[in-house]
């Protein structure tokens, strides 16, 4: 992980798939927690009236890579521009801390499960996507290439995942009529070398491209 049955504008529901080789049934709702004020010295539990002293703060280099078995996936937000789309992902972390950096690797699969090998998947900054968005024509089937030239960002530092803690990365393309159909996406966190995600989430692909963002912080 994702895409938008219908192309409609939406607010999708987190709906959460679980990160790892071992599940492949019905992957279970997760509540996202809120997380406290990161300037505040103490804590105060709903449970017991009384301080608790907050734990160190962790440096992103004393923590291990993060594992598929503790990274959960949350569809958290899609967005259209006429025939353009942007859906944003999110890994949120059920253990330790640990850390992530880089671009998830996704697969579009067709009604068979074989890959579409015709749409190139490219990687891109945030910025570049969220400009190929916005400069859509409103209401065009089809629009110029979302991109051209060498686009790739540039690798980031590591982002720090707390437990409970979230990172995202987002997805654009642009559909239209008699342009690639595929059924399911396959994905897998970067840096993670663990059988992929399947969501069964079917989407219509023109331009024979993809565009991915690499993780960062969740802002939300």
């Known amino acids: 992980m994702l895409l938008l049955a219908g192309c409609n504008d939406a607010q999708l529901s987190p709906t959460a ?25 103490f804590t105060m539990p709903a449970s017991a009236p009384k301080l608790v002293a907050r734990q ?14 503790q990274l959960n996936l949350f569809e958290t937000r899609a967005e259209a ?11 949120q972390n ?11 690797a996704i697969a579009l699969l067709a009604a068979d499960s074989s890959v579409l090998g015709s749409i190139e998947i490219r990687r891109v900054s945030e910025g570049v996507l969220a400009a190929s968005l916005s400069t859509a024509p409103q209401g065009a089937a089809t629009s110029a290439s979302l991109v051209s030239g060498e686009v790739e960002a540039a ?25 690639t159909m595929a059924s399911r996406i396959a ?30 912080a969740d802002r939300d």
Do not use: K, M
């Not at 521009?81 to 890994?91: A, D, E, M, P, Y």
């Not at 253990?95 to 992530?100: K, S």
């Open 81 to 91: 521009n006429g025939s353009r789309h942007r859906l944003q992902l999110t890994l």
């Open 94 to 104: 059920a253990g330790d801390a640990c850390r992530l950096r880089g671009f998830p």
């Open 56 to 69: 160190p703060l962790l440096d992103v280099d004393d923590v291990p890579p993060c594992a598929a078995t």
């Open 17 to 41: 798939y679980r990160i790892a080789p071992s599940q492949q049934g019905e992957a279970d709702s997760h509540q996202r927690r809120n997380v406290a004020n990161p300037n505040a010295p």
């Open 155 to 179: 690798p980031s530092p590591y982002v720090l995942l707390v437990p409970n803690g979230a990172a995202s990365f987002q997805l654009g393309w642009t559909s239209g009529p008699s342009c």
């Open 187 to 216: 994905i897998s966190a970067p840096g993670i070398p663990s059988s992929p995600v399947i969501i069964p989430r079917p989407l219509t692909v023109c331009e024979h491209q993809v565009l991915i963002t690499e993780v960062a």
